[in-house]
Nanobody, 115 residues
Framework: QVQFVESGGGLVQPGGSLRLSCATS????????MGWYRQVPGKERELVAG???????YYLDSVKGRFTISRDNAKNAAYLQMNSLNDEDTAIYYC?????????WGPGTQVTVST
């Protein structure tokens, strides 16, 4: 069974940084594009950043220049480096394939940007 386990979230002040990690299992990681998604209450989950099997990356406009997605095929893992965080980045962050396996969302990791 496909599993995604996110970690690295927390409470951070505006302007701070966090690095999210995603451990995967049950899939041939290297053949899938990967994405980081986020969701706030009352809104649709949105794709924040994606990385293709060829390591091409793409980002939501509001995070360009601040977030960096990466992957390690040897570890079946994906990462999201988040810098210059602001309160609009507060959300639960999830990783999944891109496009996602809709049946296999992980628990996510909460990111809260606040003073």
């Amino acid at each position: 069974q496909v599993q995604f386990v996110e970690s690295g979230g927390g409470l951070v002040q505006p302007g701070g940084s966090l690095r999210l990690s995603c451990a995967t299992s049950g899939m041939i990681f290297r053949i899938f594009g990967m994405g980081w998604y986020r969701q706030v209450p009352g809104k649709e989950r949105e794709l924040v950043a994606g990385i293709s099997v060829r390591n091409d990356t793409y980002y939501l406009d509001s995070v360009k220049g601040r977030f960096t997605i990466s992957r390690d095929n040897a570890k079946n893992a994906a990462y999201l480096q988040m810098n210059s965080l602001n309160d609009e980045d507060t959300a639960i962050y999830y990783c999944n394939a891109d496009p996602p396996f809709k049946r296999y969302w992980g628990p996510g990791t909460q990111v809260t940007v606040s003073t």
